[in-house]
């Protein structure tokens, strides 16, 4: 993702949460302290199929078929928990897309076994990152951040770990991808995750107009996604 691109949608969600910008940027350094220049290479996806696991509960019914529907020459790439949901089903992870605010444990155990993780920073999480990067095989650490990218640090697009995963996709040239364990209504969760949820739906929403692809988790809600933020024609 250029940061010019993504920079005035950056602006609107700090604006909307109320987030210090600044702190972004300071959990920002402190990652790029730990992080290893990564090779974007190594998620290489071009003319693939990319299935983006969301951790929703959602995924549990969607297991089954995943494994029926995904195509020989397709990749997975988990959001948070939903990396656990799959290894406990037997379907191989990718990549997983984390702040490290659920299961670090997880975060540990992929890396060691060389799988890349893409840990992101934000000014929520500059704790954990000092806590829990340290003791990550840092050779297959992605370092992301949704301020401005500095040194090892890369900013790919995207503000949950859900959206994320699915921005990082396209930027490593993903062909098409697709949805799975993904739900934008839930009655059990907080004001502030409904909110989360609905700057993911938006930012999918921008996805899908840039790459000219219709994202079908998206069929049936496009018409009520605020699109005020983002910048499309």
Known sequence: MDFEAWESVYESILADFGFDR??????????AGFAEPFDLARLDVT???VVIAGAGPSLESDLDPLSDEMPSDGAVFAASTAA???????????CMVT?????????????????PVAVHAHGDNEPLVRDVVPTLDTRNVLATTQAAPVGPVRNVGGFTDGDR????????????????????DGNSVGSMKRQK????ERLLYWLERRRDERFGVLDGRRGGIDTDALPIE
């Open 47 to 49: 003319d693939e199929t």
């Open 22 to 31: 600044a702190a972004d940027e300071r959990a920002r350094d402190v990652l």
């Open 197 to 200: 949820l609905a700057w993911a």
């Open 84 to 94: 656990d949901r799959l290894a406990e089903a037997d379907v191989e992870v990718d």
């Open 165 to 184: 995963a699915a921005f990082l996709a396209d930027c490593c040239g993903a062909d098409r991808l697709q949805f799975v364990g993904w739900d934008f």
């Open 99 to 115: 702040d490290l605010d659920k299961n670090p444990e997880t975060v540990r155990s992929l890396t060691e076994r060389g799988t």
